[in-house]
């Protein structure tokens, strides 16, 4: 019992002490405070300095900080979109070279200006092998395009339907593109008919005719 008397004796003493301390307290000068008052004075103030420094200064970096997340988001993402494209480069390549093999198949298809003429006598033989009759045979004016140019030929031929239909295949498997447009099939004489249509055929420009085209393309 002792014990407890003297323990609450001496906690209530200390706390007159500390009580002490807070009373008369000159605030003008601060620096005549007791030890307790003026640490308590400091920590307020640090509190107080750390509170505005965040509002005045660091919530700007808070901004930049958020910017530069959003910004890892979106480098994170272009980042797996070139890893698959790395993944896959190889089977990109090899699509590449199919597609450059064909297109250099479809390129020999194209006869240049000085196959031209044997390319007609193709179309005209084809239609004669079959036993037509040319009614008309007419190039007509040639349209340059970027890097090639094509020629329209107005045709008309006559003879027996499957004649008709098997010269329009021997055109469709010529060795050069040549395409049957704006066909229009109507009856003869004697179990004829007469077809009219429109071949096109394409050729590769000459370097001077691209050189041409480009001028054309920069003048306008």
């Not at 030890?35 to 965040?54: E, H, K, Q």
């Not at 009759?133 to 040639?142: A, K, N, Y």
């Not at 008919?193 to 001077?208: G, I, N, Q, S, V």
Request: charged fraction near 25%; aromatic fraction near 8%.
């Amino acid at each position: 019992m002792a014990k407890k008397k003297e323990n609450s004796v001496s906690f209530s003493e200390r706390m007159e002490v500390v009580q002490r301390q807070f009373k008369n307290l000159d605030t003008k000068d601060p620096s005549l405070w007791p030890v307790l008052p003026r640490v308590l004075l400091c920590i307020f103030i640090a509190v107080v300095v750390a509170v505005i420094a965040w509002f005045a200064f660091l919530q700007d970096y808070q901004v930049q900080l958020d910017d530069e997340r959003n910004k890892e988001v979106v480098l994170r993402a272009d980042y797996q979109k070139k890893l698959v494209k790395a993944v896959s480069l190889d089977a990109l390549k090899k699509q590449r070279e199919q597609i450059q093999q064909y297109v250099i198949q479809l390129e020999k298809q194209l006869p240049s200006k000085a196959e031209m003429a044997a390319l007609l006598s193709d179309i005209n033989q084809s239609g004669l092998g079959r036993s037509l009759q040319f009614d008309l045979f007419r190039p007509g004016q040639v349209v340059a395009k970027d890097y090639y140019a094509e020629l329209p030929i107005s045709i008309r031929v006559t003879g027996r339907y499957h004649d008709i239909g098997a010269f329009a295949s021997d055109v469709a498997h010529l060795s050069r593109i040549v395409t049957l447009n704006n066909i229009t099939i109507t009856p003869g004489a004697r179990d004829a008919l007469t077809m009219d249509a429109t071949a096109r055929t394409f050729r590769y420009l000459d370097p001077e005719e691209i050189q041409a085209q480009k001028k054309a393309g920069g003048a306008k």
